[in-house]
């Protein structure tokens, strides 16, 4: 039985790109519908602009993808992953974290407000066996409703995914590891004994400076 866990943010984490809009951008090209995905990025900046939560921004991107069968979005995940596969794609410094917490027999986990279909190939390319993501609803037909469920693994979200996860395994997140990148990452680095700040230049890396966490 593993006695701990290192959790990881993915996007501006372990991969350079924001993978859901990244991903968002190819699956309407694939599927001829540039219109909606100029639309959809219009209505985003502008809800940005306004201070909308992230919380909400995130339930918002669901929502364009209801009716969209699920199985249709795992292969578009590995298709979308295929296409932006190369070096330049992965966080080194992250990666070798990640890595070293494998060789020392560590449990690592995904941690992100993204979907499985889209994860789940970077996961795979990496050897990470548990992802806790954005939970789809489905209908009995195996497509996507537009909503989601709980906990929704953003901000707070992401600290009471980890803190479930580490009561399943029977593992004390003081014992555990957590990477992330950004200010609303705060919450699930706190939940654990060792946080680590990724990225040197950010307002996440000055708090963490203050905090004495390490920044890689």
Not at 135 to 157: N, S
């Amino acid at each position: 039985m593993q006695k701990s866990a290192a959790f990881f943010d993915v996007d501006d984490t372990l991969i350079t790109i924001k993978s859901m809009f990244d991903f968002y951008d190819f699956w309407c090209r694939e599927n001829n519908e540039h219109d909606r995905l100029e639309s959809y990025m219009m209505h985003f900046r502008a809800e940005v602009k306004k201070g909308t939560p992230r919380e909400q921004l995130n339930r918002e991107y669901y929502r364009q993808l209801a009716g969209v069968s699920y199985n249709k979005l795992e292969e578009a995940g590995e298709k979308w992953f295929r296409i932006k596969f190369c070096p330049g794609l992965f966080i080194d410094n992250a990666v070798t974290a990640l890595k070293k917490r494998q060789t020392e027999n560590m449990l690592t986990v995904f941690i992100s407000g993204s979907m499985r279909p889209i994860l789940l190939p970077v996961a795979e390319y990496l050897g990470v066996k548990d992802i806790l993501c954005t939970p789809l609803e489905l209908t009995d037909a195996g497509t996507l409703t537009g909503e989601i469920g709980t906990p929704q693994t953003i901000g707070d979200g992401k600290m009471e995914a980890l803190i479930q996860f580490c009561n399943q395994k029977e593992i004390s997140p003081a014992d555990c590891y957590a990477y992330g990148d950004d200010l609303s990452d705060i919450p699930m680095l706190e939940s654990v004994g060792h946080p680590v700040c990724v990225g040197k230049y950010t307002e996440l890396a000055r708090h963490a400076v203050r905090q004495r966490w390490p920044v890689i």
